[in-house]
């Protein structure tokens, strides 16, 4: 059974920093796709930042340079640093494993941005 748990949402001021952290069990983390959504209010979930089990990364648009995701095999862990943080970030954020055909998602972890 895949487990994904979330932590390090909270509230900050806009222009400050948070770190997300997720760490996994039930699968073999090397071999997974990680990754981060995030969904607001009245919105649909939407992708993020990304790392392949080989290191390839991807992000949204929105995030390019402001956010990095990276990834600890032997802590079985995958990172989101947020930094110039927006209001337009607020969201709840969830982490995402591809493992064993299929996806699998955190509870997911709230993050508010105020200005």
């Known amino acids: 059974q895949v487990q994904l748990v979330e932590s390090g949402g909270g509230l900050v001021q806009a222009g400050g920093s948070l770190r997300l952290s997720c760490v996994a069990s039930?699968?073999?983390?090397?071999?997974?796709?990680m990754g981060w959504y995030h969904q607001a209010p009245g919105k649909q979930r939407e992708l993020v930042a990304q790392?392949?089990?080989?290191?390839?990364?991807s992000y949204a648009d929105s995030v390019k340079g402001r956010f990095t995701i990276s990834r600890d095999n032997a802590k079985n862990t995958v990172y989101l640093q947020m930094n110039s943080l927006k209001p337009e970030d607020t969201a709840v954020y969830y982490c995402?494993?591809?493992?064993?055909?299929?996806?699998?998602w955190g509870q997911g972890t709230q993050v508010t941005v105020s200005s």
């Open positions: 995402w494993q591809y493992a064993l055909g299929r996806g699998y």
């Open positions: 039930g699968s073999i983390f090397s071999a997974a796709s």
């Open positions: 790392i392949t089990s080989g290191g390839f990364i």
